[in-house]
Every structure is written in structure tokens, then in C-alpha cells.
């Protein structure tokens, strides 16, 4: 079986300072781990995606994850947040390739 | 544009009709699937399909019916809507069944549907 644990369920953060989202899974198998954004009334786009391959990934819009093992962690982190970054990010696991796992999603905030 | 496409994007329904929404993807993908949203919850999976002819149920199927008669479309059925039904419903596809861990997704724009 697999899951998803999102260990905040909003996040604010003051515009130019870091963002850090962090993101645990459970896993039978050697998982795959996805992170998607969805800006408000709209559909859900691709961040990044590991898929055993670099632990460390990066994606989209600056930002970029790490696949830790021992942590059963894949948290996602941008140096630098912009307003445009407002919005709910999911994490995702599948550890069979048609069935994906979503986390409750995480809300950002960026203050001006 | 390629990509895929739901219709209709809001709807209101009230107790026990039926309804048919639409998912047409026209990138010749061989998965399709089905989620609701709601709201702490992430995405849900109802029913899916690795290809035309075949589906199968995923985490909530219960009250939703599917079909696959041609590669393109992926419509979900509402057999008699209730409120629990009341959530934003997306339809994704991918390359292939067996390869989304390098494809990924690809996601509609949704359907907000309201049950009344």
C-alpha cells in the first residue's frame, strides 16, 4: 500500500524569502514521487517528478525536491518565493505505475 | 490545443438526476482516469481505464459508471446524484499505463459539480 502525509496544511511566507513544503511517504514498492501545483479554479500542473533516478530534482518555476530514502521524505523547496507561487501543492506517490496517491495538499500564502 | 478537456466546467444538480460529465484528451494517451477533490482530501481516484474496452474501479467508486469505447473519451456517469457527490472532478491521462512514473499526467481544467 502507499500514502501520503503533507505535514502542513498551509504554509506563509513573506515574498523573496524561502519556501520549504515537506512531504512523507509509505511505500511497498520503489515509489515514484510526483509534487503538483493547482492555482486557484484551476487544473493541476507537473512540478517535478523523481523517478529513482538523481535524489535530488529539479523542476519548474525554481523550485525543486529531494527524494530521501532513510526519511521516507521528498520535501519541495524554492530559494526564493514569488507572489505567482500562491497556490496548493500536492504530493504524490505511485508505486504502480497507473495508480497515484495524493497528500491533502498544502496551501502557500506569500505576502507582499 | 492538445491536451485534455472536460465539459461542462459548473453544474447544479438537484437530488437524483442523472449526468454524464465529458473527458476527451486528443494526444492518443492509452490511461485515463478519474478523481474528485474535495476539500483537506488531495485527489481521489473513481474509476479508470488503461485503454479502450477496458476500466476498472479505483478508491471511491460507488454512484459513478464509466465507459471506454474509443481511445479519446472517458466519460463518468452519475447514476442519481446525492450531496456527498457535491466536489471538483478531474479527468487526467497519460502516455501509458505502464509508463506514468516517466510520463506523469496530463490534467483537465475540472468540473465543479453541485448537488442540490
Known amino acids: 500500500a502507499q500514502s501520503v502525509t503533507q505535514l502542513d496544511s498551509h504554509v506563509s511566507v513573506s515574498e523573496g524569502t524561502p519556501v520549504l513544503l515537506r512531504c512523507n511517504y509509505s511505500s511497498s514498492y520503489s515509489p515514484s514521487l510526483f509534487w503538483y501545483v493547482q492555482h486557484p479554479n484551476k487544473g493541476l500542473q507537473l512540478l517535478l517528478k523523481y523517478t529513482s533516478a538523481a535524489t535530488l530534482v529539479k523542476g519548474i518555476n525554481g523550485f525543486e525536491a529531494e527524494f530521501k530514502k532513510s526519511e521516507t521524505s521528498f520535501h519541495l523547496t524554492k530559494p526564493s518565493a514569488h507572489m505567482s507561487d500562491a497556490a496548493e501543492y500536492f504530493c504524490v506517490v505511485s508505486d504502480r505505475d497507473y495508480k497515484l496517491s495524493f497528500g491533502a495538499g498544502t496551501t502557500v500564502t506569500v505576502r507582499a | 490545443n492538445a491536451g485534455v478537456t472536460q465539459t461542462p466546467k459548473f453544474q447544479v444538480l438537484k437530488t437524483g438526476q442523472s449526468m454524464t460529465l465529458q473527458c476527451a484528451q486528443d494526444m492518443n494517451h492509452e490511461y485515463m482516469s478519474w478523481y474528485r477533490q474535495d476539500p483537506g482530501m488531495g485527489l481521489r481516484l473513481i474509476h479508470y481505464s488503461v485503454g479502450a474496452g477496458i476500466t476498472d474501479q479505483g478508491e471511491v467508486p460507488n454512484g459513478y459508471n464509466v465507459s471506454r469505447s474509443t481511445t479519446e473519451d472517458f466519460p463518468l456517469r452519475l447514476l442519481s446524484a446525492a450531496p456527498s457527490q457535491t466536489s471538483v472532478y478531474f479527468c487526467?491521462?497519460?502516455?501509458?499505463?505502464?509508463?506514468?512514473?516517466?510520463?506523469?499526467?496530463?490534467f483537465g481544467s475540472g468540473t465543479r459539480l453541485t448537488v442540490v
Open positions: 487526467a491521462s497519460s502516455y501509458s499505463s505502464t509508463g506514468v512514473s516517466n510520463y506523469g499526467y496530463t
